[in-house]
């Protein structure tokens, strides 16, 4: 049975959620101990034991620890997912992201499947429903890896009560792109988006004052204003853009909060784009570790042998992948070369 530090790094929910994907793919037994034990409320959070729950339902795995607040959980999976609908709910503002994110690889080395998936859509510390849909999912295609997402609802904490529906497709070829050098931008859109009970004039004004920052920087952007009706109110500024080279894409996210202007929504959120561009490197922090896995995955099953590409920053997030993604798959060797906090290279490769 694998042994899992989850205080190792980063010592949160990554740990578990990639340990989760991976044992299921590799059928390997885990123990994963530690939880999240130096934060605030350690253990198993309502989000943490939904993806434990839901991994454990596509794999019709064995396990033990499985309750709120656990630091230790024995994860055996049995089988691989079926092709059929799954339907989680959170019950939280938990993230539909993060969980989507669990499960996609494993259900992508199987038949496939359709998450149906309830919680937060637009929540602090992960990946927003617009940066999957936007974002990791067109990179990740770009590997061989294809879902299509939709939002049904969306969901802002307190309350969440947003869904997602995805479909994911079995993953039997595995690409690798040719990556320009430095991220330059070809088109670019701001999307902002509140809830339906607030008032339109804070769409307008979290668009504006972004769009300002980009013009100053002479980028232009094309502008989305949404409405969307949640059971908490709720605001969100995000801005993508696709790369010259079509292939490479960046996305920066900033919500709105009581007494955080709109206006400084928007601008948080350009001033993130212009100091990713700032670094000249090919890949934003955030989608910098996303991309380990499928990276990995692909290096494992296809003939290409190494794989790489520039990081805005070298995070925690990035450096604990790095450790952890060997520890399944002693095959791939990952190094990061840069100091945490600045920007750097990650390079996979065979060993």
């Not at 890896?145 to 497709?169: D, Q, R």
């Not at 490197?281 to 794989?307: R, V």
Request: aromatic residues 10%; positive net charge; charged residues 25%.
């Amino acid at each position: 049975m694998l042994l899992i530090d989850g205080s190792y790094g980063e010592g949160g929910g990554q740990i578990l959620r990639t340990s989760l994907s991976l044992a299921i793919i590799f059928k390997k037994p885990v123990k994963i101990f530690n939880i999240r034990v130096n934060r605030s409320k350690p253990g198993l959070q309502p989000q943490h034991l939904a993806c434990v729950k839901a991994s454990a339902e596509i794999s019709k795995a064995e396990v033990q620890g499985a309750e709120l607040n656990s630091k230790e959980i024995i994860f055996i999976p049995k089988d691989m997912p079926s092709n059929k609908t799954y339907i989680f709910d959170i019950k939280t503002a938990g993230s539909t992201g993060l969980l989507f994110q669990t499960l996609i690889y494993p259900l992508a080395f199987s038949e496939g499947g359709t998450l149906i998936i309830k919680g937060g859509t637009h929540i602090p510390y992960s990946p927003c429903y617009h940066y999957l849909k936007y974002v990791f999912l067109p990179v990740v295609e770009n590997f061989g890896l294809k879902s299509h997402i939709i939002m049904e609802k969306a969901g802002f904490y307190p309350k969440g009560g947003g869904k997602i529906k995805a479909k994911i497709f079995p993953w039997k070829e595995f690409y690798f792109p040719n990556l320009a050098s430095s991220f330059v931008p070809f088109r670019t859109q701001i999307i902002s988006l509140i809830s339906d009970k607030l008032p339109s004039h804070i769409l307008e004004r979290q668009a504006k004052s972004a769009l300002e920052i980009l013009k100053s920087k002479v980028l232009e952007a094309e502008i989305i204003l949404e409405k969307v009706k949640t059971e908490s109110p709720g605001t969100m500024l995000f801005i993508y853009s696709i790369d010259k080279d079509r292939i490479k894409r960046a996305g920066f996210t900033e919500l709105g909060r009581k007494r955080y202007p709109a206006e400084e929504v928007g601008k948080n959120a350009a001033f993130q784009f212009l100091n990713f561009l700032d670094t000249h490197t090919q890949i934003e922090e955030h989608l910098g570790d996303q991309l380990l896995i499928p990276i990995s995955l692909a290096i494992l099953n296809s003939k290409k042998k190494e794989f790489g590409y520039t990081v805005s920053k070298v995070t925690r997030h990035l450096l604990t992948q790095a450790w952890l993604i060997p520890q399944f798959i002693p095959e791939v060797k990952i190094e990061i070369k840069g100091k945490e906090g600045e920007k750097g290279d990650v390079r996979i490769e065979e060993r």
